[in-house]
């Protein structure tokens, strides 16, 4: 073997041969790639990833003497070269293990050429070699032509499961090259590398055990009423029996307060036991059911795991779960490290994450982002809330996942109370995934469970009659017990001040502007409150009304898109306690400035409630017939144009169609606005330790871990000029370093935290209107 390098260690001495490191890469990529069937192409991809560092140029660059090399593209123009079409997905992940994936169209690949980028770089770099045969002496050979039946990757599809395939093939690689550069630079004295620990097996017969025995034991504390507690039981009975089906895609539809979140998680440990499935994903649209879905599942699997192990176990990959590191050289037995490990490729049985971590990297270019994707092979995937997706990514959104399902061997499950209509694109979704989308109902209609579920009695507003906040103040404090949801944080505020004015006992504010901690003690007081049937007024934001166990005889809703009404109407009467609850919609009296809603999509989805409840009048408005949801996303779906010829043009479709990686992963966001997170002074007793070790010290895992329960998330101001910042102590990356981080703050002041209604700035009191 040649003495050319692939790494050097400039601390230790250390030297790695690059034929060794092409090798262990292709045969670790060959591995993960086995899952899906395409072990041929990335032991390929392992093979000529590093090509270019045969160059001596590279070489030198390792010695100090050089730098700007290009060391990754003679290895994608091998692939052409050698394998044309075939080898187009191989070229594709080469180019991007280091710069992300560009483009598969041809101008694109063309650009490869060694010519024209020795005179045309489109990184203005230099090429480490430009004569792709002179690049190795170690005696490797390439797998012959006829391995590479055909490519993973259907080039002239151009559709959205192409751009999956290749990006599964990616994520093969990058990880494979992660993990064994990773080993090298971990290397001990005594010369041997050093592998991080490996994910622990999933052992869903044994989980599902755990699992059925925490459920038996929520069913003997339970104070549900009979008629809940068989309804329950019903979905569980009905999520056991559909886990027998093949792998697939599937829906559960079931109303609020059913228990479907622990029933799905029975079905997909059932599944993967019953068809040998690796692991179990859990997508979950918010933060705050995401730390009380982690506490559920912790407290259900802990025995026999050590808390290190069970952190191993379940998995949270979110955007409080740790911080961008930019120290790879922490030593790898420290465990928060160990955890970071693990959620850079998802490397543990359970995995607890958000839509927007999900989905975004599903449709990213970026090696890091992407290298946890293969794993999702073999894989039970479970939405939940699956109406928050966004209904503008819908079409190829549900292409890329019905693909998982297709080739890659995963089951996907969308949860909800409010199904969306999404078989009725199944047309609009074949142009980019053949089998298109047509799930299988988990719960069958014999079940009758919407029926059986019927809590409560909606009373709909008039056509044209709106109310002040005032008049809502006082109808309130008229009731004992009572939850008002209104559509934005600065109408919470104003209802809560009305509320406190009108004399009304036990008055209580909810939203994100208010920190986990702070949340979750008004939750606990107010579930007291009305245990104890003592008057209790509660005002909130939406963010009650998803994966919030509490219970209510009166529930008031401003209108808004019809999922959210029937959302506030399942914490109404929820454990079934009365023979009917009282859920009453509301128009807000229009305001002298500011918007109604959050954004124009929620704008749209409330006026679709608005147009069904115009057309079939109040009687016919049933939000516990599934059939209602269904015409009310048609609606909303036909409005936005979802599948509309014209769509072609939108950006997004336009880069899928060119199969340019880098502009579809610029145009899917599910967030367009980017957020930062705030520390608040909620407890100052707490607060005051965080705020010091954060300013003396800087970022750290632990750290964050600590403050996660008075954080703050909001919206990044547009220009660093905002007022906002000016409320804000911004914290170092690290002790000593100047740099700062853009993601992490402190509140400055104590008075900008309200004790009743959370952060409100005074630099910048416009805040509250988000």
Known sequence: ????????????????????????????????????????????????????????????????????????????????????????????????????????????????????????????????????????????????????????????????SSMLDARMLFSALVDADFIETEAWFQMGETGERRYRELGLPLEPAKALNQLHSHLKKLAQDSDSSVAVHYMRQSLLEACMETAEMPCGLFTLTAPTGSGKTLAMLAFALSHAAKHNLRRVVVVIPYLTIIEQTAQVYRKIFQSPFSPSELDRYILEHHSLSGIRAKDDKARIEDEDYRQRLLTENWDAPIIITTN?????????????????????????????????????????????????????????????????????????????????????????????????????????PEADKTI??????????????????????????????????????????????????????VLEKVRLLLAEGKACHLISTQCVEAGVDIDFPVVYRALGPLDAIAQAAGRCNRNGHLMSGEVYVFKPEPEDKGRLYPDGAYEQAASVASILLNELGPRG???????????????????????????????????????????????????????????????????????????????SRQWIRKVRPYTVSLFRPRSLTDSLYLSLEPILLKSGEAEKSDEWYICRKEEDYDPNTGLNPSLSPNLIIA
């Not at 075939?86 to 560009?102: C, P």
Request: aromatic residues 8%; contains cysteine; charged residues 25%.
């Open 356 to 460: 927007v971590q999900f989905l975004e990297s599903l449709f990213s270019n970026r090696p890091s982002a992407c290298r946890k994707l293969h794993r999702l092979a073999g894989s039970v995937i479970l939405f939940d809330e699956v109406q928050t997706m966004p209904v503008s990514l819908a079409i190829p959104t549900l292409a890329t996942l019905s693909r998982l399902t297709e080739h890659y061997r995963s089951t996907i499950v969308f949860a909800t109370a409010t199904q969306p209509a999404f078989s009725h694109l199944h047309e609009f979704v074949r142009q980019h995934c053949a089998s298109g989308w047509q799930p299988r109902e988990i719960v069958p209609t014999t079940t009758n469970l919407f029926a059986r579920s019927r809590r409560n009695q909606v009373t709909w």
């Open 1 to 160: 073997m040649s003495k050319h390098l692939a790494h050097r260690d400039a601390r230790s001495g250390n030297e790695e041969t690059l034929g060794e490191h092409l090798k262990l890469v292709a045969e670790r990529a060959k591995e993960y790639a086995s899952a899906f069937g395409a072990s041929e192409e990335a032991y390929l991809a392992g093979l000529l990833h590093d090509l270019g560092k045969y160059g001596e140029l590279f070489q030198q660059r390792l010695k100090g003497k050089a730098k700007g090399v290009d060391h990754w593209s003679a290895g994608a123009w091998m692939a052409l070269q050698n394998y044309r079409r075939m080898g187009i997905a191989t070229a594709l992940a080469v180019q991007g293990h280091h710069i992300g994936l560009q483009a598969g169209n041809k101008d694109s690949l063309d650009k490869l050429n060694p010519h024209r980028l020795l005179t045309d770089h489109p990184l203005k770099l230099k090429l480490s070699e430009a004569d792709i045969n002179q690049l190795t002496d170690d005696g490797l050979t390439w797998p012959a032509q006829e391995k590479l039946i055909s490519s993973l990757y259907e080039w002239e599809a151009r559709n959205a």
């Open 468 to 521: 002040s906040w005032t008049e809502l103040a006082d109808r309130l404090a008229r009731n004992k017990q009572v939850l008002c949801v209104v559509n934005l944080k600065r109408q919470a505020k104003a209802l809560y001040d009305s509320l406190e004015q009108s004399g009304a006992e036990s008055a209580f504010h909810l939203s994100t502007n208010m920190c986990p901690a702070h949340r979750q003690a």
């Open 621 to 699: 408005l049933d939000i516990n017939d599934p059939e209602t949801f269904q015409r009310y996303y048609r609606q909303l779906y036909l409005i936005r144009g979802i599948g509309a010829e014209d769509k072609n043009k939108e950006p997004l479709l336009n880069a899928i169609a060119r199969q340019d990686f880098l502009e579809v992963a610029q145009n899917y966001r599910l967030i367009v606005q980017d957020t930062i997170n705030v520390l608040v002074p909620y407890d100052q007793e707490i607060f005051a330790p965080l705020r010091d070790e954060a300013l003396n010290n800087g970022l």
